[in-house]
Nanobody, 121 residues
Framework: QVQLVESGGGLVQPGGSLRLSCAAS????????IGWFRQAPGKEREGVSC????????SYADSVKGRFTISRDNAKNTVYLQMNSLKPEDTAVYYC??????????????WGQGTQVTVSS
């Protein structure tokens, strides 16, 4: 059974950091691009970052560029999203997803259940 499980969310003060993890089971992440998406209350889901399967190239939404870093550890079948200098507007449910095609502007095949990130003082 294909499954993606996110972890690492929580409550953090503005300026703080969190690292999200996306662990895969039932399939090998090596052959999939992995994307991170987020959805805040009352807003549409937006793509945050992705990492390709082929060469590990990455892309980021303008709103997180320079603050977030995506990485993958194929040996652990896990992808990470390091989030630094967090802002209140980063508050959202964060989802990881897997697809054959990289990018942050299209729907993905497989999705996790999401993890809540709240940035507040």
């Amino acid at each position: 059974q294909v499954q993606l499980v996110e972890s690492g969310g929580g409550l953090v003060q503005p300026g703080g950091s969190l690292r999200l993890s996306c662990a895969a089971s039932g399939f090998t992440l090596d052959y999939y691009a992995i994307g991170w998406f987020r959805q805040a209350p009352g807003k549409e889901r937006e793509g945050v970052s992705c990492i390709s399967s082929s060469d590990g190239s990455t892309s980021y939404a303008d709103s997180v560029k320079g603050r977030f870093t995506i990485s993958r550890d194929n040996a652990k079948n896990t992808v990470y999203l390091q989030m630094n200098s967090l802002k209140p507007e980063d508050t959202a449910v964060y989802y990881c997803a897997a697809d054959r095609v990289p990018g942050i502007h299209h729907d993905y095949d497989y999705w996790g259940q999401g993890t809540q990130v709240t940035v507040s003082s």
